[in-house]
């Protein structure tokens, strides 16, 4: 469970560095990023919620509006938009190493019990059933 926590930690760390881009980028035109508690607000509800397109729609219409060029335009889509699933994409990656580390420490540690599939292969080897029964 360590490795979860680790693992946690990084994504609510990364998630808020995205935030604060977020903020530094959009904060003066965008009033749902003008300060760092309501980007972090948003990012957290975007990453939740699964409102990316959405937030990116309204951030996109409010740049364009303000006639902001594609220099402008381009990050702060990535940022709203693009990182959050690349983030996403990265960080559970890394959840499914950890899973799939875990998984061959206990296969690991039981490879010399005997397995279901074990019993099966004597069951019908000896014509038995597991509950010693004969079949028909």
Not at 46 to 57: F, I, L, P, R, T
Not at 92 to 116: H, Y
Request: proline residues 3%; aromatic residues 16%.
């Amino acid at each position: 469970w360590y490795d979860l926590v680790i693992f946690m930690g990084i994504y609510v760390w990364i998630s808020w560095c995205m935030a604060v881009l977020m903020h530094l980028l959009t904060g003066a035109y965008f009033d749902r990023t003008s300060t760092l508690g309501d980007s972090i607000y948003l990012l957290t509800e975007s990453n939740v919620a699964g409102m990316q397109g959405e937030v990116a729609q309204n951030v996109m219409e409010v740049m364009e509006m303000t006639g902001s060029s594609l220099f402008v335009l381009a990050p702060i889509y990535m940022v709203v938009y693009g990182l959050p699933v690349l983030l996403s994409w990265v960080m559970f990656s890394f959840l499914f190493a950890i899973i799939g580390d875990a998984f061959n420490d206990v296969k690991e540690g039981f490879k010399d019990t005997p397995m279901l599939w074990h019993d099966i292969e004597i069951a019908l080897r000896t014509n038995h059933t597991p509950y010693g029964r004969r079949y028909r």
